[in-house]
């Protein structure tokens, strides 16, 4: 998969786990993020500090086939933000 970048906003797409795409996030205080367009999934989120706090599931397949097994969904992320 060809990679897209826009770095004046941090904002990558490129393939992930799976041959499946995802976008990552990088903030310009260091905090990133990634979520999987298959499932809009949130797969992880690192404040400065480079700790992840989100976690995927060991039983997690990225097959495009079955959702994805982490923690957050956007689309509940963002009923947060309404």
Not at 27 to 38: K, Q
Request: glycine letters at 10%; charged letters at 15%; a positive charge.
């Amino acid at each position: 998969m060809n990679q897209k970048t826009d770095t004046s906003v941090g904002v990558k797409i490129v393939e992930g786990n799976g041959g499946l795409p995802k976008v990552c996030f990088s903030s310009a205080h260091g905090s990133e993020a990634e979520i999987y367009l298959f499932g809009a999934c949130i797969t992880s989120w690192k404040p400065a500090n480079g700790n992840d706090l989100l976690f995927v599931r060991p039983d997690a397949v990225f097959n495009g086939q079955k959702p994805i097994r982490s923690q957050i969904h956007l689309l509940f992320s963002l009923s947060l933000l309404v």
